[in-house]
């Protein structure tokens, strides 16, 4: 066989990151990870589709950077160690210039997230990417969406609805908004960070947590549906960017920051006594019952309503 | 947020098999997975695309059978224990009828390769299939590319050739080739077996191994450079199928079983000393040098010329 355009690809992603756990990485059948005894492996698989997660005519470095980060969210939410990652790439066709952008991309994740790249695949296709994420955590020691108990506080961290407004302003120039103020909003949709140290350190606290990918009031009905509760979520206590509150139209900064999804912050529940982590805001209370109120939002789900 | 179309999808994967080591299946930001102590993890990632891994026509059923399969086939040559999958799929619309069959082939590949599926993801797009796998294996035991040495016998398992040929013999009725011929033929291409026992029993015995998936010469080429040693190939000693040697042009015969991809049977190489497995076939010996060599055979790769 003629060594052919989609091998070629490959060498692009022979050598991103390395860690201890990586007995075996890129080029055999599989990749072999070993854990320290006693931990146990977490695993999540998200795949972004162009067109659909995002712009076909995005640069390929930021594609590749916001494939892995959000699919790193999904260790963030679960409290987990970032260990490896595999890399799916379906693309139409072996460009030199796309696939160096897009490798540079991957590689910046793989560095920001911790998250050597131990193998994948390369198909020929309309473009997208699916990334599989594989962390760690001691043994029954992890985050879920099934422990939040009535009593326990709602919380999240950093501010919302900021990457839902970056989407919205990404192909215009909005002359209301500052270009410093533009600038911040469409990195939040680019370039998202997972809350992975915050996960980690809310291991063992929380008594659950999702990360915000769908939206605010959409990932608390999961959390709650998870964990047979109700949620009071207090819109006014929304936090809420100097960027984003700068914009002109309060409503519509209001339905970005409860329904706007992307901005992969951490949604989670705790304990009347526990303290809040710093760069965390109480957003509400979990009551027995089921679905989720926000004061004066109709429509909240089409499937879940909220039952008192 | 309302119950959309793509997360009724998510309704149809739910409950697909079940083990021990699965702490947490579908349903949650990520799935958990806790291996007895002393094993190491093995993953794979493999992607098929509608008209380049299958055609788009295909029954569904297949379509996922097929691609939990040729994933499955990447732990069979590494020797490891299947322990779980992941899916991530793309689909233009969510037809019911359409996600029944495929969630049928699912369910059965999970049967009978043991991998329960513990998470995945749903998208809207051109059809295409991302399987993960995992397996697993005791540290340090477990097969790869890059063990051949010189000495070593060249062993294939089952016969060579007939994915190829039932792919091609897919659409068309050639009067040529027996109804039981052309079903068999055709089979080998819908419903492949990935070689999971055998893997596991090769391992530790086999010096290297890899699934034949690109074809016998592409494959013998990978584990020659993987290993830094060259390979003979005898092309008599090919084991062909009753019912692709009944084919009616002998030379189209050989090119299958040369070059044919998606058998998914084992190449590996074995200690003279070592006993051959049954039903695995020595086609040829491992030598000090680089490439592949099949006599008569020419053009076998474009870039790893056989050197001796």
């Known amino acids: 066989m003629a060594l052919g355009e989609f091998d070629l690809i490959e060498q692009y992603f022979a050598q991103v990151g390395a860690s201890p756990s990586v007995k075996l990485g890129v080029g055999d059948d599989a990749a072999v990870l070993e854990l320290p005894a006693g931990r146990v492996h977490l695993i999540s698989t998200d795949t972004a589709v162009s067109g659909v997660h995002f712009l076909p005519d995005s640069a390929p470095n930021f594609i590749a950077y916001r494939a892995v980060m959000a699919a790193a969210s999904d260790l963030a939410a679960m409290g987990?160690?970032?260990?490896?990652?595999?890399?799916?790439?379906?693309?139409?066709?072996?460009?030199?210039?796309?696939?160096?952008?897009?490798?540079?991309?991957?590689?910046?994740?793989s560095e920001h997230a911790s998250l050597p790249l131990i193998g994948g695949d390369t198909t020929r296709g309309l473009l997208s990417v699916t990334v599989?994420?594989?962390?760690?955590?001691?043994?029954?020691?992890?985050?879920?969406?099934?422990?939040?108990?009535?009593?326990?506080?709602?919380?999240?961290?950093?501010?919302?609805?900021d990457a839902a407004a970056g989407l919205f302003l990404l192909e215009i120039d909005d002359t209301n908004v500052s270009a410093a103020d533009l600038a911040f909003l469409r990195q939040r949709f680019l370039r998202p960070t997972p809350q992975l140290t915050l996960g980690q350190m809310l291991n063992g606290l929380a008594t659950s947590a999702i990360d915000v990918s769908d939206g605010l009031l959409a990932d608390a009905g999961h959390l709650a549906?998870?964990?047979?509760?109700g949620l009071i979520v207090d819109p006014g206590a929304i936090p809420i960017s100097a960027a984003l509150r700068a914009y002109p139209d309060p409503a519509q900064v209001q339905e970005w920051a409860l329904r706007g999804g992307d901005d992969y912050e951490l949604l989670f529940t705790l304990p009347s006594h526990a303290k809040l982590p710093d760069g965390c805001t109480e957003i509400g209370e979990v009551i027995a019952g089921s679905g989720v109120r926000c004061d004066g939002v109709p429509n909240i789900t089409g499937y879940d309503h909220f039952e008192r």
């Open 80 to 109: 987990a160690k970032p260990e490896a990652m595999l890399l799916a790439l379906t693309l139409p066709e072996a460009n030199a210039d796309w696939l160096a952008s897009f490798a540079e991309g991957v590689r910046c994740a």
């Open 132 to 161: 599989t994420v594989l962390g760690s955590a001691l043994s029954g020691q992890y985050l879920t969406r099934s422990g939040a108990q009535p009593g326990d506080r709602v919380c999240v961290s950093g501010t919302l609805g």
């Open 225 to 229: 549906r998870l964990s047979s509760v």
